[in-house]
């Protein structure tokens, strides 16, 4: 099968969340497999600073009011790209989707509805001469035009589907940007883009695409809920035969602690020890006492209430009280951000705060690390509990969505049938967050039990091979469907 995947971002050209890391890693896996995949980006800078190979496929004359090229690229990882190189649409700095003052770009909508446009006429096979898609996989608001744009192209089409990574950012504009978008007066009502008056991104996605996906069954579930819809889950439960959850997997060769740059001892299996010397460097390394008897935690995360870490940050008088260290790395919401440097201020040698994003050192937490807080109010899928367990370092995670998929909970009674890499809590509040920490406590004191619940963890297949499995079965089905 021929596959164009379209999205915003792509690890490693460019990275804002786990959206990327599967851009960068499911085409890769289905490749393997013998399917022809591109990816269309748009040319941020970074993205065309870092791929290789680039050539010139097609002039784009008038797209959205300047000349535009597609180009023919290669990410060092061997994902092949098209890229949308629109200066006046992607020549901008920093985050893809915000400026400088922390806000959405006012004009995304003319920045992300082009991408979309040019993804259709790409997989008719409109653009390159040389090749044309069977399957358009339309990925987040970004890309939820992109089915809208192929329903009012002449046939043969392509089949496709859209995946929701996060239903909470839905590409939502003012009703006087549809004038902007060159789409059908009638697409904008309530069976098209229209959502409370605005133009909707991601709804268009799923109205006008062959089948949707997430990126979990419990997410996929939740979101068909008046609770965890976020206005759409009546449209959602209406269309439940076409919506499946695929839970995500990691690229296993990014996240391997057998064969990792960013660590300081590989370890793995077999050869656990290394894990304790990666624990050494982390505390030394972010001015944490050295003390291998001391529990580490981390948080490896966009620092927002989504995430539950205004929980934590309450919770770190207990942490450091009970003798544990927690080191925390992400950004996001200011209050957050200073709530956790002002943890590391007043709790020297026990909490340590980074604000941004560090790949390498992401690396080095999930190395060293004893457990990993992940405390979601809500969690499509989570991609950082699936490195956790190839990492060694147990989840401590809220029993929501893809958490809930991932991460069993190590209870007596599994712990007695052989199971349990994690530990599970709900509901989300302080008090069961408290009350799940004090269970690690005591797992990280019964060290037998502790080693194994690593190793199974260590064990698990968090592959994208059983994913990328079933998305090709879902291509195949609608292409069956088509004959």
């Not at 859209?162 to 069976?191: C, R, V, W, Y």
């Not at 695409?209 to 759409?232: C, F, K, N, W």
């Not at 990280?444 to 968090?462: E, I, P």
């Amino acid at each position: 099968m021929r596959i164009l995947f379209v999205a915003s971002e792509c690890f490693p050209l460019i990275k804002t969340g786990g959206l990327a890391d599967v851009i960068g890693a499911l085409p890769r896996a289905l490749a393997a497999g013998g399917d022809d995949t591109r990816v269309l980006l748009p040319a941020f800078p970074s993205v065309k600073k870092a791929a290789l190979k680039q050539k010139k496929v097609a002039e784009i004359a008038d797209l959205a009011g300047a000349k535009a090229t597609l180009i023919s690229a290669t990410a060092s990882t061997g994902v092949k790209l098209y890229l949308l190189d629109a200066p006046h649409l992607y020549d901008v700095p920093g985050n893809p989707y915000q400026g400088s003052d922390g806000k959405d770009r006012p004009d995304n909508h003319r920045r992300f509805a082009a991408l979309a446009r040019v993804s259709a006429l790409l997989a008719r096979g409109d653009l390159d001469s040389k090749w044309q898609a069977d399957i358009l996989h339309a990925h987040d608001w970004q890309a939820g035009l992109a089915s809208a744009y192929l329903s009012v192209l002449p046939a043969p089409r392509p089949k496709t589907v859209f995946t929701i990574h996060n239903l909470a950012f839905q590409g939502l504009f003012p009703k006087t940007t549809f004038s902007s978008l060159d789409l059908p007066q009638e697409m904008f009502s309530q069976n098209g883009l229209e959502y409370w008056d605005q133009v909707a991104f991601l709804k268009a996605g799923v109205v006008y695409s062959d089948h949707t996906t997430t990126v979990s069954p419990t997410y996929a579930r939740e979101i068909q809920t008046d609770g965890g819809g976020m206005g759409l889950g009546g449209l959602l439960k209406s269309r439940s035969a076409h919506i499946s959850g695929i839970t995500n997997g990691i690229d296993t060769d990014v996240w391997d602690p057998a064969n990792d740059p960013s660590l300081t001892t590989d370890f793995s299996l077999k050869s656990p020890t290394g894990k304790a010397r990666n624990k050494a460097t982390l505390q030394q390394k972010l001015g944490l006492d050295i003390d291998k008897n001391a529990p580490l935690f981390c948080v490896i995360s966009r620092l927002t209430e989504q995430k539950g870490l205004d929980l934590l940050a309450d919770a770190i008088p207990h942490i450091v009280g009970s003798g544990g260290q927690l080191a925390v790395l992400g950004t996001g919401d200011k209050d957050l951000e200073t709530a956790f440097q002002n943890a590391a201020k007043a709790h020297k040698g026990q909490v340590a705060t980074v604000i941004g994003y560090d790949e390498p050192l992401a690396h080095l937490l999930q190395a060293g690390a004893d457990a990993i807080f992940i405390p979601s109010r809500f969690e499509p899928c989570g991609l950082t509990q699936l490195c956790a367990l190839r990492y060694g370092t147990i989840p401590i995670v809220a029993r929501v969505g893809g958490l809930a998929d991932t991460i069993v909970d190590a209870n007596d009674a599994a712990l007695q049938a052989g199971a349990g890499n994690g530990i599970q809590f709900s509901p989300v509040t302080f008090d069961t967050l408290i009350a799940a920490t004090d269970r690690f406590l005591v797992l990280f004191d019964d060290k037998r039990t502790l080693n194994a619940v690593r190793k199974r963890g260590m064990k698990q297949d968090v592959s994208w091979q059983q994913p990328a499995a079933k998305y090709r079965q879902i291509y195949l089905s609608l292409l069956s469907d088509a004959t």
